[in-house]
């Protein structure tokens, strides 16, 4: 069981925006700034999109962003695209010398 | 541009040990450390452990702690992860991950502090008797 809570699933059609959450304690992304969410398509490795809550890696297009209100962390996708149809998984440190990730949300494009 | 190339696939059976390698390349190898994460069949992912490649420092989760060891060499820009006493739930996808920050505080890294990019294309341990 992931220490970080994240919704199974999300869906939207192409052009839409979509939210997906990512819910921790006081102790991990509640306590710290330090959320990371990465991408992952079928079969390949996972891809950085968003870094400190909210800074993206050069490359990554300006439609992902980030942002942090007390433990929830969320990941916003806006005018979504098929190619966004992905597994997406947040990451934090939790306070306990160590890294957690979620759960993963699998994001259908309709 | 910065990749990271690892071996292939292993099939193991329970009690064996399996040594997974990482090559790196389009960066200076010393000034990132190098996480290992794995994902299970059709589960999320879970974070190893790290290796200061200058130097050799490593810190594990806890959960491997005693069974994984991780090393570097320089001259081949090369790091490996060693599991030992392999169950049929050590099953997995592992990948290497370099941090993404340059000259990251040790403290930081080892503390959960970090994020990793890019990633190794993964290799996949089987585990069956």
């Known amino acids: 069981q992931s220490a970080l809570t994240q919704p199974a699933s999300v869906s939207g059609s192409p052009g839409q925006s979509i939210t997906i959450s990512c819910t921790g304690t006081?102790?991990?992304?509640?306590?710290?700034?330090?959320v990371s969410w990465y991408q992952q398509r079928p079969g390949k490795a996972p891809k950085l999109m968003i870094y400190?809550?909210?800074y993206r890696p050069s490359g990554v297009s300006d439609r992902f962003s980030g942002s942090k209100s007390g433990n929830t962390a969320s990941l916003t996708i806006s005018g979504l695209q098929a190619e966004d149809e992905a597994d997406y998984y947040c990451?934090?440190?939790?306070?306990?010398?160590?890294?957690?990730f979620g759960g993963g949300t699998k994001l259908t494009v309709l | 541009q910065v990749q990271l190339v690892q071996s292939g696939a292993e099939v193991k059976k329970p009690g064996a040990s399996v040594k997974v390698s990482c090559k790196a390349s389009?960066?200076?190898?010393?000034?990132?450390?190098m996480h290992w994460v794995r994902q299970a069949p059709g589960q999320g992912l879970e974070w190893m452990g790290v290796?200061?490649?200058?130097?050799?420092?490593?810190s594990f989760a806890q959960k491997f702690q005693g069974r994984v060891t991780m090393t570097s060499d320089t001259s081949t820009r090369t790091v490996y992860m060693e599991l030992n006493s392999l169950r049929s739930d050590d099953t997995a996808v592992y990948y290497c991950?370099?941090?993404?920050?340059?000259?990251?505080?040790?403290?930081?890294?080892?503390?959960?502090?970090?994020?990793?990019?890019?990633w190794g294309q993964g290799t996949l341990v089987t585990v069956s008797s």
């Open positions: 389009g960066y200076t190898f010393t000034s990132y450390f």
């Open positions: 990451s934090s440190e939790t306070g306990n010398t160590t890294l957690a």
């Open positions: 006081s102790s991990d992304v509640g306590a710290y700034k330090y």
């Open positions: 290796i200061n490649p200058s130097g050799g420092s490593t």
């Open positions: 400190d809550v909210s």
């Open positions: 991950a370099r941090d993404a920050e340059l000259n990251r505080p040790w403290s930081l890294a080892v503390a959960g502090v970090c994020w990793f990019d890019p």
